[in-house]
């Protein structure tokens, strides 16, 4: 048991470059999320999806798209990179009713 | 939307002493509260969770109240040891429906020897 994975761990990117920042996982949860964090800002929200085959826009959802592919995968795209994109990206799960939100280890990119 | 304050945004306490972080939030329909720790390079871990059922919540050295009419939760570390360094996070949402976490900004706690 896994848990929440992410790939790829580090990325450095040049501005307007795109890329996709991939997610899953093993626990059969049926909510998934996207979180960027910045230094002294905390977790913000980009995009969440309460199930298989919704999405919906966060606090931050501008420059990025997301794919919930199946009840196990949920990627996130930049289409376009830009240097305020800089961060640390989060994935994470929970189940339905569930209480504890399960956290991948992170995707730092720096875009240049 | 739900919007969530923390203080203060960084804590240095002597080994041994109490540490307090407060939260409001502003959305009343938020009933269930957690706390994650966030050691330098990792991801958010879960150390404690109160639902609005409850007024306080004790794990060994860690506590958490809640307030739910004045909307102020905190979180209280006893007995504090080195390895309590971490930035801290609040977070509220509702326990059903999107299931939307919103956290604070954090709260950067050291621990000085």
């Known amino acids: 048991n896994a848990g929440v994975t992410q790939t790829p761990k580090f990325q450095v990117l040049k501005t307007g470059q795109s890329m996709t920042l991939q997610c899953a996982q093993d626990?059969?949860?049926?909510?998934m999320y996207w979180y960027r964090q910045d230094p002294g800002m905390g977790l913000r929200l980009i995009y969440y999806?309460?199930?298989?085959?919704?999405?919906d826009k966060g606090e931050v959802p501008n420059g990025y798209n997301v794919s919930r592919l199946n009840k196990r995968e949920f990627s996130l795209r930049l289409e376009s990179a830009a240097p305020s994109q800089t961060s640390v990206y989060f994935c994470?799960?929970?189940?339905?009713?569930?209480?504890?939100?399960?956290f991948g280890p992170g995707t730092r990119l720096t875009v240049t | 939307g739900e919007n969530v304050e923390q203080h203060p945004s960084t804590l240095s306490v002597q080994e041994g002493d109490s540490a307090v972080i407060k939260c409001t939030y502003s959305?009343?329909?938020?009933?269930?509260f957690p706390w994650y720790k966030q050691e330098l390079g990792k991801r958010p871990q879960l150390i404690i969770d109160?639902?609005?059922?409850?007024g306080e919540k004790k794990d060994q050295r860690i506590a958490v109240t809640l307030n739910k009419t004045a909307k102020h939760f905190s979180l209280h570390i006893t007995e504090t040891q080195p390895e309590d360094s971490a930035v801290y996070f609040c977070?509220?949402?509702?326990?059903?429906?999107?299931?939307?976490?919103?956290f604070g900004q954090g709260t950067r706690l050291t621990i000085n020897p």
């Open positions: 109160i639902r609005s059922n409850v």
């Open positions: 626990m059969n949860h049926n909510s």
């Open positions: 999806s309460a199930s298989e085959g919704t999405t």
């Open positions: 994470a799960s929970i189940r339905t009713s569930g209480r504890e939100q399960y």
């Open positions: 977070a509220a949402r509702m326990i059903q429906g999107a299931q939307k976490l919103v």
């Open positions: 959305d009343s329909a938020s009933n269930y």
